[in-house]
């Protein structure tokens, strides 16, 4: 049922955007005949897509990863944590849909050099995204408990439940600067830093962080490495966004958007 939910849904988007495209987009088509394939496009759309289909795959990866470690224990903190996960889904996706609306006013202002309204963009998303993370975090905090007992009412699965909730949301208000600063870096066409942020969250620092914490602290430590490797995802994200340009494709991007400033 939910396969089949994900599928009309997706199918129903699609139509969505052909029949507004066709109606509304005067200076887009999509139709086959102007499709005409060129060397630098292709490169412009594998290098702003990557980034977001590494990080969906690694994504994928770290959720197996994830529950094999949860496995070692006992299945009432594999459950119990992949309901958890369901908590933090919900305010990733909250975020993430803030995050690639304001992308293409990013790029815009960036590429136009109007660098006041491009800094007013990205103080409006912050405060969106941050509070659609703050107001879920304080109220799973306050009791994360009821949220379980949505999927299960078995005692030991809701009190590791309600352990896995509060700390996977404990560092959800820094998720919304992070998403921003990653549709930041992709609309500044700071790619590479794009694709370590997204990598970084769920396998470059996800991966290490697990396997140190779960050595020394075990459960406690498997619980909290989804908040810590999104606070170090951050940091790193904020240091790619202030870096100046690097590489010829970057340094050409800012020298434009210099250029149409002036």
């Known amino acids: 049922g939910a396969a089949v939910a994900t599928g ?53 990866v770290a959720m197996l990863f994830a529950n094999s470690f949860c496995m070692g224990y006992s299945v009432q903190t594999m459950t119990a944590s992949n309901i958890a ?68 009412g078995e005692p030991e699965v809701i009190a590791i439940g309600e352990r896995c909730v509060k700390a996977f949301l404990v560092s959800t ?32 620092v996800f991966f290490p962080l697990m396997v140190l914490l779960n050595h020394f602290f075990q459960v406690e430590g498997m619980i909290f490495t989804q908040p810590i490797s999104d606070l170090v995802t951050t940091a790193l994200a904020m240091g790619f966004a202030l870096a100046p340009a690097r590489g010829k494709r970057e340094k050409a991007i800012a020298a434009a958007a210099q250029e149409s400033a002036a």
Request: overall charge positive; glycine content about 14%.
């Open 8 to 60: 009309l849904g997706n199918g129903a988007s699609l139509l969505y955007f052909i029949v507004t495209i066709r109606r509304k987009a005067a200076a887009v088509s999509i139709s086959p005949r102007d499709f005409r394939p060129e060397r630098e496009s292709l490169k412009d759309m594998l290098a702003l897509g990557a980034p977001s289909f590494l990080g969906q795959a690694a994504m994928g």
């Open 85 to 152: 996960g369901k908590a933090y889904s919900v305010v990733v996706m909250l975020v993430m849909g803030i995050s690639m609306g304001v992308q293409p006013f990013l790029g815009y202002n960036y590429g136009k050099g109007a660098k006041e309204r491009l800094r007013n963009v990205l103080l409006w998303g912050f405060g969106i995204s941050s509070g659609l993370c703050v107001l879920p975090s304080a109220l799973f905090q306050l009791g994360g408990g009821w949220f379980v007992r949505l999927f299960t």
């Open 173 to 204: 208000p820094f998720l919304g600067l992070q998403m921003l600063l990653l549709s930041y870096l992709q609309a500044t066409g700071k790619n590479f830093g794009a694709m370590v942020v997204n990598l970084g969250r769920q396998f470059l």
